[in-house]
């Protein structure tokens, strides 16, 4: 099963290099070892390293039955398997020493525990041939991890692993001595098993181990070693391409080089036009290997389109792995290949993939009645949905157990959904889609870097509305998402990134009703304490327990977080940047950070008063020449497009104010502008965004017509002071304080930055009651609808003196919801 008889490398690990000779040498004394104990199961329980390697062709060379087992597998797990199977020798690690020791506390039957350090350290001096393998024979033990939850052990034989060998090494040579390949996915699932160390070792190719996921790893394994080939699954290939496709997408020039690229379709000018990317992968690729699951086609044909061959194949662990594979040349986007030689292939009616030949497995170990539910009359059913095309591709087209069958009828694959709920947002880690309560619904999993990088108020109304609403809006009724739950965790998925289906009602049911109560696990030190009272007081809440989240339980926003982070640099003297609470999401974090880096203890409320008083670099723009022409052609115009009519200019007091108009278009500052006189309309700024004015134009009319810069997503801080050098000058500044425009015509919550400025500067507010122009210039239209009747009131002001920051952004909220009568 090892090539012998060459001086080459087998195996690049780090900085050794074995050669074949040594590999079978090494192999050969680990086999001389496990003769004592004549085993028929050997374990192998640890990560990717020549010891592995050499622990599961010894269990081969001595005549074991090898037993691979996921080196990340919890003690609950491992004990399951041995119990299961009850190997007389198990292959550790220093990774997996506290779990096997757990795992085999109390076994009635224990493995003999050979450790890693204890391998591989001698060779046998003279090589002997590998012995001729029993075809019918067990060659080894695979647990599924699978999406059910229930693992079964596969039995297969050596023929079902020649038969896989031969697909890829005689009937299609892939697999040639002079090719190397990249070990990166972990071995003891069958896919990479197969795919990277038994074909690749029986070709007499070269095994370059990645020592870790890390992609710094990756580049630098796939530069200095000339790999040829590298093997992954869809999510790997995912995330290589959402990386080159934004650098790509970044710049003007190599977007029309793309474009271009992707008309002609040459393999070879591609990869003389993306030269560069194909050296960070070192240069040699030659096939990019696809499996596992099914390959989004967009991505196939993106990595096609930079000079890359994809050949994206189709199995399952009881065919060990291989059922279709495409031939180099004649890859396919969307598709998985041909069917192999080794195996006949139908389609029933119901289209389930059902196969039978010389990959099929013997069975599931111990399990009879579950071997005859999926092999019947001699044919394995996979339980996947595809067909063929007439030129012989088989293609993928769901998973029969996966499919959602809705109270009318419909059959919906929850994949489909998910991919497209994952292309309208970036706001979005993962998401995974189920049926409860006859309605279809989601987990998802929140970007919590890219949410804060836009500055996200509310995260569950900004998902709301910036993905499962923009998806809702092009998706026919059957599939809609009705509800979602928004999760602090991972979706759970098996090694090869398959989502375990079954666990995701749990999950949201788990989070909605979520009961958390006081436990012996609370924090008892001082810095909790504090932090505890100073976030229940804030958020008026009754209680708050170590695991809250601050954004997702404690509803924490932008405002709050300025006012937490000045609130503990006084208490703690640690200045808290905005990126730390990225690191630091829940109560527990952030106590047990502050509690290392705390220099002093000095309990006292946030002081926003300090906040605004401290020193702030602002030069307010001039009012040029333009502000008064756009204004008055802005009146113009509106008043001829719409029905646009204003009261209670009278109520505006002397400078400096803030308004405070509710937010229902993007024409809502120029609505409000246009009713200003001209002397305080030139005494009335406006905020915008940095990514808002990058361009020189834009820049200059901002100079030139009242619009202060800020950065409200890096420093809410800083922009808040910003604005109240705009009123300490004693000018007028208009703040919507919604933060965002309405996505139903409906108020939004009120946030408190108007209050917090208007209190502290001793200024009033005035409501601006706008309506109409939701109906107008509603959300996700372009051009807003010709004469339509919008009202811009403005309401009587508002003194601050008499309210505290809570209460008067109530106050305004409520004037302005009477005026618009919501």
Not at 684 to 711: C, G, M, P, Q, S
Request: aromatic letters at 8%.
């Amino acid at each position: 099963m090892i090539r012998q008889q060459m001086n080459k490398p087998a195996l690049i690990y780090k900085e050794e290099t074995i050669l074949y000779p040594e590999l079978l040498g090494r192999v050969g004394a680990v086999s001389q070892r496990l003769a004592t104990r004549h085993p028929e199961k050997v374990v192998i329980f640890m990560e990717n390293r020549p010891e592995w390697v050499y622990g599961f062709y010894a269990a081969w060379m001595h005549g074991s039955i090898a037993v691979p087992v996921d080196y990340l597998s919890t003690a609950d797990e491992v004990r399951y398997i041995l119990e299961d199977c009850e190997p007389e020798v198990l292959f550790y690690s220093n990774e997996t020493r506290d779990t096997v020791q757990k795992a085999v506390k109390g076994l009635k039957n224990s493995p003999e525990l050979i450790h890693a350090e204890d391998m591989g350290k001698e060779t046998m001096p003279e090589i002997q041939a590998f012995p001729e393998p029993e075809k019918d024979k067990v060659a080894m033990l695979i647990y599924t991890s699978g999406t059910t939850g229930s693992p079964k052990g596969v039995m297969l034989t050596f023929d079902n692993v020649l038969a896989n060998i031969e697909s890829v090494a005689v009937g299609v040579p892939i697999y040639k001595e002079e090719e190397s390949i990249l070990v990166l996915l972990p071995l003891h699932h069958t896919f990479p098993l197969m795919g990277t160390l038994i074909a690749p070792l029986y070709s007499g190719m070269t095994c370059v181990f990645s020592p870790s996921l890390n992609s710094e790893d990756i580049l630098e394994t796939l530069q200095q070693n000339r790999v040829t080939m590298i093997l992954g699954v869809p999510r790997f290939y995912s995330l290589l391409h959402k990386g080159i496709m934004a650098k790509i997408n970044s710049s003007g020039v190599a977007k029309k080089i793309f474009a271009l690229a992707k008309k002609v379709q040459s393999p070879r000018l591609s990869k003389k036009l993306f030269k560069k990317v194909h050296e960070r992968f070192g240069g040699n690729i030659r096939y990019l290997i696809s499996g596992g699951a099914a390959l989004d086609k967009t991505i196939d044909e993106d990595f096609r389109t930079l000079g890359f061959e994809i050949l994206s194949g189709y199995g399952m662990t009881e065919c060990g792995p291989l059922i279709s594979f495409p031939h180099p040349g004649k890859s396919k986007p969307g598709t998985t290949g041909f069917v192999t030689s080794t195996l006949e292939l139908k389609i029933t009616d119901n289209s389930e993939i059902i196969v039978r030949g010389r990959n099929v497995m013997k069975g599931y170990y111990k399990n009879p009645e579950a071997t005859a539910a999926v092999i019947r009359d001699g044919w394995l059913h996979t339980g996947d949905m595809g067909h063929v095309d007439k030129k012989g591709y088989l293609h993928i087209t769901g998973r029969l157990k996966e499919i959602i069958v809705l109270p009318n009828g419909k059959n919906i694959n929850p994949e489909d959904i998910e991919k497209k709920i994952l292309e309208v947002s970036d706001l979005i880690k993962d998401v995974g889609v189920f049926m409860a309560d006859d309605k279809l619904q989601a987990v998802i999993y929140p970007d919590f870097q890219r949410l804060k990088d836009v500055n996200a108020v509310n995260i569950e109304e900004q998902i709301r509305w910036e993905a499962i609403d923009l998806y809702n809006r092009n998706a026919s009724p059957s599939k809609r998402i009705s509800g979602f739950t928004i999760i602090q965790e991972e979706i759970p998925r098996t090694r090869l990134g398959k989502i375990k289906r079954f666990v995701l009602e749990s999950m949201a049911k788990a989070r909605k009703t979520l009961e958390k109560k006081p436990t012996d696990q609370e924090p008892d030190f001082h810095e909790y304490q504090l932090i505890k009272e100073f976030l229940m007081q804030q958020k008026e809440r009754r209680d708050i327990y170590p695991g809250d989240h601050l954004e997702l339980d404690l509803g924490m926003d932008s405002l709050d977080k300025v006012s937490m982070q000045a609130w503990i640099k006084n208490t703690f003297g640690v200045d808290l940047q905005e990126d730390h609470l990225i690191h630091l999401p829940t109560v527990q974090q952030l106590s047990d950070y502050i509690r290392e880096k705390r220099t002093r203890i000095n309990a006292r409320a946030t002081d926003w008063g300090h906040i605004l008083k401290e020193k702030v670099d602002l030069t307010l723009p001039k009012t040029g020449p333009t502000h008064g022409m756009i204004r008055n052609s802005a009146n113009l115009l509106f008043k001829f497009y719409f029905h646009l009519h204003s009261s209670g200019i009278e109520n505006l007091p002397e400078s400096p104010f803030i308004l405070a108009p509710n937010h229902q278009s993007f024409l809502d500052g120029m609505f409000v502008s246009v009713f200003l006189s001209g002397n305080i309309s030139r005494k009335t700024y406006f905020y915008a965004t940095e990514k808002h004015v990058r361009k020189n134009w834009v820049k200059k009319l901002a100079d030139t017509n009242n619009v202060i810069v800020v950065d409200i997503n890096k420093d809410l801080k800083g922009s808040i002071q910003k604005m109240a050098e705009v009123i300490r000058q004693g000018n007028n500044i208009i703040i919507f304080p919604e933060g965002a425009r309405t996505r139903d015509g409906k108020l939004m919550e009120f946030k408190k930055t108007f209050a917090i400025l208007a209190c502290e500067m001793g200024v009033p507010v005035v409501p601006v009651a706008i309506s109409g122009a939701y109906e107008a210039f509603p959300t996700g239209t372009k051009i807003p609808k010709l004469f339509k009747e919008i009202h811009v009131d403005f309401l009587p002001p508002v003194y601050p003196e008499k309210y505290g920051y809570d209460e008067l952004t109530q106050t305004v909220k409520e004037k302005i919801a009477e005026a618009i009568k919501f």
